[in-house]
């Protein structure tokens, strides 16, 4: 048995994945568990996507067959690309939720890459990783736990010091800049 992917799920910060085709073998292909576990996935518009385990006699082993319809809330589809292991597109991929965006080349890929990670840093680390703690919560659960857990988690974060200084740099009009974890 391999190991699982969902041990990338529980870190704090979030994580970005480009994936471009000259950054793996060209017949290499992206399994659905490589994704969806982490954050934000933005494929080269020529990778190829597929839920390979079927091919190979066994039921996906290490988080897909449990992940994918959550993730993707289009069980007639996850059946159809996990029983029939088909190749499908990165077009397809976003059309059905897998991924945030596709993107045209490898230099534009990088480059929002870079350009949202700057923007995720440049926001209260406390609420970067309390919004990505709650969303990974809330997702398996109902609305009015998920907004339980929301009052619970927030009222615990009030008292930093970044909700002190997001307020005042609101107010004077100017960005403000959050100490590190």
Avoid: C
């Amino acid at each position: 048995m391999r190991a699982p992917r969902h041990i990338l799920r529980p870190r704090p910060r979030p994580l970005l994945i480009l994936r471009h085709p000259l950054l793996h073998h060209h017949d290499q292909v992206l399994r659905k568990s490589q994704i969806k576990p982490l954050n934000l996935s933005k494929p080269h518009l020529t990778n190829s996507i597929q839920v390979k385990e079927v091919d190979i006699g066994l039921a996906a082993d290490i988080g897909t067959l449990s992940r994918l319809p959550h993730s993707v809330g289009n069980h007639s589809w996850v059946k159809e690309i996990a029983l029939s292991a088909r190749i499908f597109s990165s077009d397809e991929a976003l059309h059905h939720g897998l991924v945030s965006r596709v993107l045209a080349d490898k230099k534009t890929a990088v480059a929002q890459g870079i350009e949202l990670a700057r923007l995720i840093a440049s926001k209260s680390p406390v609420a970067v990783q309390g919004t990505k703690e709650i969303i990974n919560y809330s997702r398996d659960r109902t609305v009015a736990e998920g907004l339980k857990y929301t009052a619970v988690w927030n009222a615990a974060m009030l008292q930093t010091q970044d909700m002190k200084d997001a307020m005042l740099s609101g107010l004077q009009k100017k960005t403000p800049t959050f100490s590190k974890l």
